[in-house]
């Protein structure tokens, strides 16, 4: 289970990511990452399972998955950090650890982006 101060709820938040965040695509999931809190606060993860992910039961396996994904990195992702992971149809057919593997890579690749952003200004 994802810990309330790590969760992403307002929509203003989710659409501030995927506007302003850079983007880091792999085969499973999209991570959508913007750093706009202070470097103290926790990061805040959201996850966004369309129905292109296949029924119901698949989309709530998706998610509960990206979840225990989410919760075993938090120390790994960056502080103050907006991160809205979206699932793709491919997530629906794959297991833990591959949907793990694409949750870290694209958090870190995201990250690396955001900081080259950054340094560009």
Same mark, same amino acid.
């Given at each position: 289970m994802l810990p309330?101060?790590?969760? #992403?709820?307002r929509s203003v938040d989710f659409e501030r990511a995927v506007r302003r965040g850079v983007r880091?695509?792999?085969?499973?999931? %999209?991570?959508h990452l913007v750093?706009?809190?202070q470097e103290d606060e926790p990061p805040q %993860?959201?996850?966004? $399972?369309?129905? *292109?992910?296949?029924? *119901? $039961?698949?989309r709530n396996r998706v998610k509960r998955r990206l979840r225990a994904a989410?919760?075993?990195? #938090?120390?790994?992702?960056?502080?103050?950090?907006?991160?809205?992971?979206?699932? #793709?149809? *491919?997530s629906g057919a794959a297991d833990y650890s591959q949907?793990?593997?694409d949750l870290m890579?694209?958090?870190a690749r995201a990250a690396d982006r955001w900081q080259s952003r950054e340094a560009a200004r």
């Open positions: 309330a101060a790590h969760r #992403l709820r880091a695509g792999r085969s499973t999931v %999209v991570v750093r706009d809190a %993860v959201g996850f966004v $399972v369309s129905k *292109a992910v296949g029924n *119901a $039961v698949q989410a919760s075993t990195h #938090l120390d790994a992702m960056p502080p103050g950090a907006h991160i809205v992971v979206r699932a #793709l149809p *491919a949907l793990d593997r890579s694209g958090v």
